[in-house]
């Protein structure tokens, strides 16, 4: 018998605040590697782009793997929520129109997890575009075309 997948219950306690920064993790719809086409990737650079240029997130760094996303950020006039909703519906429209596809793109849900006060936020960025590296992908993170990061 086939589980039930159990994105509902990351939904479960999540609160956002306004100034607070969040490492988000989204996963590709049945983790299809999609993002191994560079112009894909850069579809989803645009819209992370907007989603900070339009005031609802400060982004501080993300890396686009071949089948998911890590993003930090600060809230600004958004909630999480709007947040996630926003980037995966245009996302999802603007990548299922170059793939020439419909439906589903990105899995229901998303992992989140509030950066406290006391964490370097630097680490977490590191942590974040080091993902190339640990997966095996590139040997050098410059070699990786798909991260960005505020303090460079």
Known sequence: MLQKPNSHLLRRGRYSESGRAYLVTVVVYQRRPVFNDLHLGRLLVAELKQTHDSGLVDSLAWAIMPDHLHWLFELREATLSQVMRRVKSRSTLTINRARRTHGAFWQSGYHDRAVRAEEDLIKVARYIIANP?????????GDYSLWDAAWL
């Open 133 to 141: 590296l640990r997966a095996g992908l590139v040997d050098h993170v």
